[in-house]
């Protein structure tokens, strides 16, 4: 958002504010709602220093408090929503009990909010509007889907396959790494043990006897020297550069694009990511297309829940060429995402007028490829791990041998 001075009139006096608002429209009716005044105009100007780092602050204060809501609940939630839509429930009335029965307060706290703006007048895609980041991208797209074919009850319904799936594969995922990650944190252990307690006593040794050490008993030293002198601090920088990293991805377009440029880029979960990113958005658009959307608002809406904004920009690009006249399977292909497989059959789908279903198969296609992903994710994983920890046990073998092989060699040529 950008920064505006907004120039009043209020008691016959003039006087100005800051706004932050995403465009002079916007800061005017922030500014009338806010100081119950009469908007002369509003500018963009350079925010004051103290705004600026106010600003910064409430952002990090708000992304370390701000967490996801658990998902189980959330999906009991919404089959429960479901469920009482079906019934003739009003949406209100079914949040409010849905809120009332939840163990999750980040949940009720959410729903209560949602039901009272509701209440207000909003729609419930509207409302939900303000916890995109609790509650996903995902179910916003669905519930728009619900508003638009004014069938409710089964968007919910799908909705909650939907997550469920995406459960079952984060639990798959978190199976999957159980043993590298275990592997790693027994050898993160082994490596500070020996760090603290057993270089420092072949220090002494080698400070004793004068010797020119190797380059990796080098590295050992500087390591421990740095471990158990400045161990807290270290971990301090890592965690502030980690928190300072982590902001400036959040509220920065340009960092976050070229973060996500760089994860298409990185082994293995380029692909995660790749095939993951797809699965979702073939699964929502053939929803859409299914129910009778436009092609264009179901690309809209389908595009809307991806997180990658590298993706998101490449499939944005397919309603605009849709828009303007292309057939979908060139506007996919314009891409470069979609493998010629693919693009075939969504042909086949537009000139066979059977697209929704064409569509379907392209989403099991993907899930397929995610799966197979997921289940060798163990496999994929072993190199890397291998990798680290025989540099590890390289390094401390040199380090803490190499210098005692010198010592016995000199010690030889003496005699």
């Keep these: 958002m950008s920064y505006y001075e907004v120039v009043m009139i209020q008691r016959g006096k003039k006087v100005k504010y800051g706004v932050y608002a995403e465009s002079k429209k916007d800061a005017t009716s922030k500014a009338k709602l806010k100081h119950h005044g009469i908007v002369l105009k509003a500018v963009p100007a350079a925010a004051p220093l103290e705004d600026v780092f106010k600003k910064y602050k409430d952002t990090l204060v708000k992304s370390l408090k701000r967490s996801k809501i658990d998902q189980d609940a959330l999906i009991a939630a919404i089959r429960q929503l479901a469920v009482m839509s079906n019934a003739g429930i009003s949406i209100h009335d079914a949040l409010k009990e849905i809120s009332s029965s939840s163990q999750d307060e980040n949940l009720k706290t959410i729903l209560n909010k949602i039901a009272d703006d509701i209440n207000s007048g909003h729609s419930l895609s509207g409302a939900m509007e303000h916890f995109r980041f609790e509650l996903g991208n995902l179910t916003l797209a669905m519930i728009e889907l619900g508003e638009r074919t004014g069938n409710m009850a089964e968007a919910l319904y799908s909705l909650a396959d939907m997550l469920e799936e995406i459960r079952r594969n984060i639990i798959k995922f978190k199976k999957a790494m159980a043993y590298p990650r275990n592997v790693m944190i027994a050898m993160a252990v082994a490596f500070t043990v020996l760090i603290s307690y057993v270089v420092p006593q072949f220090k002494t040794i080698f400070e004793e006897l004068g010797a020119n050490l190797p380059l990796p008993t080098i590295i050992l030293l500087k390591l421990e020297f740095l471990f158990n002198n400045y161990g807290p601090y270290v971990l301090a920088t890592l965690f502030v550069t980690f928190m300072t990293i982590r902001y400036f991805i959040e509220n920065f377009y340009d960092v976050k694009r070229k973060f996500h440029a760089l994860l298409l880029k990185t082994y ?27 092609i264009a608002d179901a690309l809209d809406s389908a595009t809307s829940m991806i997180d990658n904004v590298v993706l998101k920009e490449k499939l944005s690009t397919v309603r605009a060429s849709v828009e303007k006249g292309s057939a979908l399977n060139q506007g996919l292909k314009d891409t470069g995402l979609f493998e010629n497989m693919i693009i075939q059959m969504i042909t086949a789908g537009e000139s066979s007028g059977q697209l929704d279903a064409m569509l379907k198969n392209v989403t099991d296609y993907y899930k397929m490829r995610f799966d197979a992903i ?40 003496r005699t």
């Excluded at 979960?269 to 436009?294: C, P, W």
């Excluded at 060798?376 to 401390?396: R, T």
Aim: charged content about 10%; cysteine-free.
């Design 374 to 413: 997921i289940d060798n994710l163990s496999e994929a994983v072993e190199p890397i791990m291998l990798f680290l920890i025989a540099g590890m046990v390289i390094l401390l073998a040199l380090g803490i041998f190499m210098p005692m092989w010198d010592m016995g060699n000199a010690v030889q040529g």
């Design 268 to 294: 293995l979960i380029k692909n995660i990511i790749m095939y993951s990113t797809l699965n979702r958005f073939t699964l929502v658009f053939s929803e859409l297309v299914g129910a009778g959307i436009s």
